[in-house]
């Protein structure tokens, strides 16, 4: 397809970039950023359950070229990991950046440092877009740096690489700015989103924001070399013994979505951080798990899928205490 300038060119020069700067600027006095909903004012440098405040924690900078291949194309994807997040992961393989703070607090950044670090990305490393990783709880900060990033030349695709709990209202304040939309499915029940994750509202909030994250950018559009340039990709984790519910997530991305949806089945389970502690996860994914979730999309005719190979764990696992890129 012919590609487009990102429409948040369009919302730049007409001005309602900047309202949208101001608006969400404004969930951060008395925090209701994510679902979380805290109360407290990060404009004051209060923390919450994302312990994060005024500034974004922006803890690796670099050109992945593990992602989805319409992501990472040739030249890599421009990911921007940030520190903390809103969900608790036994079994997260970021933990370093996302439940360490004593770790991730040396890492502060003003929305200035990190629209510099989106230009180098472009400019220096020739990456196909910015991917922004876990930015839940720090979209106002993500928005404002776009905003200071564009007069420097910023002009590829952004994505919204989210764990899907995300606030509704704050996911309707990005349409326009958002290119691609990468959200987690992590979990069908909220019992096991409890569980494993520490949040007891998950699927009541990742349904509504799916439909919203799709009414904004449709289906996976790629430009004439096969990267993407605007839509949804849907990630899902299978877990052991169907923890996360996988054959219920695609009927309903199938059934409520559009089976046309771009979906990453992922096979990268590793048994890390906390998992010690639930049996039930305390191992890798077996073929047969993997194979009975690619029966399914094949069954929906789900028509848009990446799939990882079953090696995945091996090649998936970044160590952010080291110096330097954490995937190499």
């Known amino acids: 397809m012919r590609v487009k300038a990102p429409s948040y060119l369009n919302l730049y020069w007409s001005g309602e970039l900047t309202e949208h700067v101001k608006a969400l600027k404004a969930f951060l ?38 992602e989805e291949p319409v992501l990472s194309g040739t030249r890599g994807s421009g990911t921007i990991f940030f520190g903390g997040c809103n969900l608790r992961c036994v079994f997260c393989q970021n933990y370093q950046i996302s439940q360490r703070p004593r770790y991730f607090k040396i890492f502060k950044m003003s929305a200035d440092e990190l629209a510099q670090q989106m230009i180098s990305l472009q400019n220096n490393l020739g990456v196909h877009n910015i991917n922004f990783v876990s930015p839940s709880h720090v979209v106002p900060q993500m928005v404002e740096a776009i905003y200071k990033a564009i007069p420097l030349g910023l002009k590829i695709p952004i994505v919204y690489n989210t764990n899907g709990y995300d606030s509704l209202e704050v996911i309707k304040l ?13 979990y069908f029940d909220n019992q096991l989103a409890w569980q494993y994750s520490k949040v007891k509202d998950y699927v009541d909030h990742v349904k509504p924001v799916l439909k919203e994250m799709y009414r904004q950018v449709g ?13 949804l990709i849907i990630r899902h984790l299978i877990l052991p013994n169907d923890q996360a519910g996988t054959e219920q997530i695609l009927e309903w991305i199938a059934r409520e979505l559009s089976p ?9 389970y590793y048994p890390t951080h906390k ?15 993997y194979y009975r979730a690619i029966q399914k999309m094949e069954s929906l005719n789900l028509t848009t899928v990446f799939a990882q190979q079953m090696d995945a764990p091996e090649h998936y696992l970044p160590d952010f205490e080291k110096n330097g890129h954490p995937f190499e």
């Not at 990005?174 to 992590?186: A, Q, S």
């Not at 289906?219 to 839509?231: E, M, P, R, S």
């Not at 046309?260 to 990268?268: D, E, F, H, N, T």
């Not at 998992?275 to 798990?289: A, F, G, K, M, T």
């Open 29 to 66: 006095e008395h925090c209701t950023v994510c679902p979380r909903n805290c109360g407290v004012n990060r404009l004051k440098d209060e923390q919450g359950y994302c312990l994060t405040g005024a500034d974004a924690y922006v803890t690796s900078v670099c050109d992945h070229h593990g």
């Open 174 to 186: 990005l349409d326009g700015i958002v290119d691609i939309y990468l959200p987690d499915f992590k």
């Open 219 to 231: 289906d996976l559009k790629l430009d004439q070399n096969g990267i993407a340039v605007k839509g």
């Open 260 to 268: 046309k949806v771009a979906i990453s089945l992922m096979a990268q």
């Open 275 to 289: 998992v010690h502690q639930y049996p039930l996860i305390s191992r890798r994914i077996r073929y047969s798990e």
